[in-house]
Structure formats: C-alpha cells, structure tokens
C-alpha cells in the first residue's frame, strides 16, 4: 500500500510560479514509478509529467519547457515545478504511483487544486 498527499496548489497569476509536493507513505518508495496527472473542468484526467524510479522523465507537449518532474527518494517526496503559468493549466492536481514493471496496482492522492487567473 502507499499513501499519497499532495500540497502546494492554490491560486495563482498568469506567468506566475507554483511548487506542487506530494509525499509518499507505506512502501518502497524508490522502487515506484512516480506521476502528476491533472483534471480541468469538463475534461479528462491527463498526464502532465512521470519520472522513473531511476530518474527518467516525460512531459506532455503542452508543459514541456515550463514545468519540472523531480523526486527525493530520500525524503519519499515528489515535486512539481510549474513556471510560466497558463490560465489553461488550471485544474485539480493529482499524485499517482505505480511500482516500476507494474502496472497495477495504481495509487492516487486527493488532488489539490490550482487556480491561474488574474
């Protein structure tokens, strides 16, 4: 089992910054496969950045450049960097872990909700 709370979300301006965190609990953290994911407003959950457990990352097309995947598996922390802020990049924030080479079991957090508008 892994227990996954994100923190950082909020409101934000266009062009702005935000830090989002998500702390890992109750398994081998390093060994997980690590993702953020987010919902917007009548639209389907979708994938924003994944890093592997060895620290191999991928981006949607459409962060590529303003946001930043890492990991602290010292800390069981994931964060998300997210520069240049877009009022399109609002929408609820969600932490996912799967371990590496399965692809199920799939754990999520509760989300956290950031808002860009001026």
């Known amino acids: 089992q892994v227990q996954l709370v994100e923190s950082g979300g909020g409101l934000e301006q266009p062009g702005g910054s935000l830090r989002l965190s998500c702390a890992a609990s109750g398994s081998i953290f390093s060994a997980y496969v690590m993702g953020w994911y987010r919902q917007g407003p009548g639209k389907q959950r979708e994938l924003v950045a994944a890093?592997?457990?060895?620290?191999?990352?991928n981006y949607a097309d459409s962060v590529k450049g303003r946001f930043t995947i890492s990991r602290d598996n010292a800390k069981n922390m994931v964060y998300l960097q997210m520069n240049s802020l877009k009022p399109e990049d609002t929408a609820v924030y969600y932490c996912?872990?799967?371990?590496?080479?399965?692809?199920?079991?799939?754990?999520w957090g509760q989300g956290t909700q950031v808002t860009v508008s001026s």
């Open positions: 890093i592997t457990s060895g620290g191999r990352t």
């Open positions: 996912k872990a799967n371990r590496e080479g399965w692809p199920l079991p799939i754990y």
